[in-house]
């Protein structure tokens, strides 16, 4: 099995910066897209940002130019820094990867909490 691990959540005052991390483990044969989602109380599941395995990234309008996504492919993580961190980016952020193994599956990490306030 395959399991995703988030890393680097906490509380951080607006303006301020953090960097979230994401593990890949298990029988991985290679990992194509990954991507970080948040969830805000009350509010759907949404895409933050994700990157192509060849480095190719897309962001959402809210987090452009305030967020960089990057990705070790030796190490199968993603990294999300996140920077001039605003109270609406407050949400548990989720990794998610497709993953080959014998096929072709989609997993999710369990989360980390980010907290925006003063």
């Known amino acids: 099995q395959v399991q995703l691990v988030e890393s680097g959540g906490g509380l951080v005052q607006p303006g301020g910066s953090l960097r979230l991390s994401c593990a890949a483990s298990g029988s991985i044969s290679s990992i194509e897209t990954m991507a970080w989602y948040l969830q805000a109380p009350g509010r759907a599941r949404e895409l933050v940002a994700s990157?192509?395995?060849?480095?190719?990234?897309n962001y959402a309008d809210s987090v452009k130019g305030r967020f960089t996504i990057s990705r070790d492919n030796a190490k199968n993580t993603v990294y999300l820094q996140m920077n001039s961190l605003k109270p609406e980016d407050t949400a548990v952020y989720y990794c998610n990867a497709d993953v080959w193994t014998i096929r072709l599956v989609n997993y999710w990490g369990k989360g980390t909490l980010v907290t925006v306030s003063s």
């Open positions: 990157i192509e395995r060849g480095g190719t990234t």
